[in-house]
Nanobody, 125 residues
């Protein structure tokens, strides 16, 4: 079992930057691909970014492409999402998820093995 805990969310003004974290416990996160998703109020969960097990491959969804960077520190068992130029429409609960990849994996799907409980990011105008 892998337990994921997101942190670093909060209330920021439009244009600000924020880095949120996903810390894992239970097993080493280095064996897993990790994705960040977000769910705005009243909307479906959407893919934001994904990173493979060693960090040399990243994927980004359209919503924050060019404004976000996903990275990982396997020694710290943590994955990060740096978000820049935040907009009010970025307001959402942000979730991280981990998947043990044995073959080709669609990072944008919801078929991850483990999910965190989310961290709220609110961007005021």
């Amino acid at each position: 079992q892998v337990q994921l805990v997101e942190s670093g969310g909060g209330l920021v003004q439009a244009g600000a930057s924020l880095r949120i974290s996903c810390a894992a416990s239970g097993r080493t996160l280095s064996a897993y691909a990790v994705g960040w998703f977000r769910q705005p109020p009243g909307k479906e969960r959407e893919f934001v970014a994904g990173i493979n097990w060693n960090g040399d491959t990243t994927h980004y969804g359209d919503s924050m492409r060019g404004r976000s960077t996903i990275s990982r520190d396997n020694a710290a068992n943590t994955v990060y999402l740096q978000m820049n130029s935040l907009k009010p429409e970025d307001t959402a609960v942000y979730y991280c998820a981990a998947h043990f990849v044995l073959s080709t994996f669609d990072y944008t799907s919801l078929k991850y093995d483990y999910w965190g409980q989310g961290t709220q990011v609110t961007v005021s105008s």
